[in-house]
């Protein structure tokens, strides 16, 4: 069983920035991928971020390349998203999950409770 817990979402104007965290438990954390996806209100969740096991390798969607950065400490089990420049239609809810590296849902098998970031205009 893997938790995962998400932290520092909250309300941010237009052009400002935030960095989530989520800390992991329960499994090998160092030895898996971990992801970011968004779902905003009425919407399906769709991907943000990912990083492999070592950080050495990162994927992002088109929306958020040059704005947000993966990252993550496997010596304190927790990877991070830098998010710059955010925009309002950016506000969702933020979950980090852990699986194998890639883009799709599928590709994670535990995810967290998410947290929330909301952009003001």
């Known amino acids: 069983q893997v938790q995962l817990v998400e932290s520092g979402g909250g309300l941010v104007q237009a052009g400002g920035s935030l960095r989530l965290s989520c800390a992991a438990s329960?499994?090998?954390?160092?030895?898996?991928?971990m992801g970011w996806f968004r779902q905003a209100p009425g919407k399906e969740r769709e991907f943000v971020a990912s990083i492999n096991w070592s950080g050495g390798i990162t994927y992002y969607a088109d929306s958020v390349k040059g704005r947000f950065t993966i990252s993550r400490d496997n010596a304190k089990n927790t990877v991070y998203l830098q998010m710059n420049s955010l925009k309002p239609e950016e506000t969702a809810v933020y979950y980090c999950?852990?699986?194998?590296?890639?883009?799709?849902?599928?590709?994670?098998?535990?995810w967290g409770q998410g947290t929330q970031v909301t952009v003001s205009s």
């Open positions: 999950a852990v699986g194998r590296l890639g883009v799709a849902r599928y590709d994670y098998d535990y």
């Open positions: 329960g499994r090998t954390f160092s030895s898996y991928a």
